[in-house]
């Protein structure tokens, strides 16, 4: 142990590995027991949430005589959510260094499972509801379906990466935190989120040519055969974002534990 830096060194016994799995265990149970809190119905407004925020702005989008349609609708909304959550979660994720376990320090390999297994169980359950009445009332496709679930299980865990990345930040200081919210705000009603990208035109359209929130979302109303601006896309800068996402992801995951010894009160 240094100044700089934490290692563990030497192997674990099979007794450290099974109490590793129980804490893992502990903490994923204890994300979704804050996310219910004293809420009757828990973690159902994960599902509930997107479903409802669409309703409410489909009505609004059609009182206004907006010509959206009600699939592209749900599918950016729903997009955003996760993108939004993710990227906040992974911001806020070097807050707790036990994880929920207050009796000692908790091993880093027994908190990236429970973080890595939230992300997709939060977004499976976010998407489900969205996916089954696009699936049951607007009939799309299986396979716009298909890459719907899985586009957003991509979105989620490449901007939790990302947030990984600017958690140090965050928590050295807090106001990035609110900038990052206005930002995401600002992004909602900027990006293809209630409408789809072939609405915006000048430096609209070129503003969410630089937004990589646009090109998950435009691909995914392509595959589900709605009005699209896809195939008008750059993929060369859409493989950027994802590559870049991605070396962001393994960085921020793979320096948890360093950003965690740098944020305590020992280093």
Known sequence: MTRSTCKETGDLSEEDLRIDKIRSSFILRNKFRKIAGKRRLGILWIAFDPIITSIIYLFVLTVLRSKAEPESLFIGITLYRILSNSLKSGCVSVTDFSG??????????????????????????????????????????????????????????????????????????PDVNNIIGHILKFMFFAGPVLYPMSFASGLHYQFNECNPFAYFAEYCRFLAGLDSAFEDLNKGIFLSFVLVLTLLTWRGYHRIDKFRWEMSSWS
């Open 100 to 173: 929920g376990i207050m009796a000692e320090r908790v091993r880093t390999r027994s908190l990236i499972p429970p973080i890595i297994q939230y992300r997709i169980i939060d977004t499976v359950v976010s998407t489900i509801g969205a996916a089954l009445i696009l699936s049951l009332f607007f009939h799309v496709p299986s396979e716009g379906i298909v890459g719907f679930l899985l586009i957003s299980q991509l979105v989620g865990f490449l901007f939790e990466g990302l947030g990984h990345n600017l958690a140090p930040l965050v928590k050295r200081i």
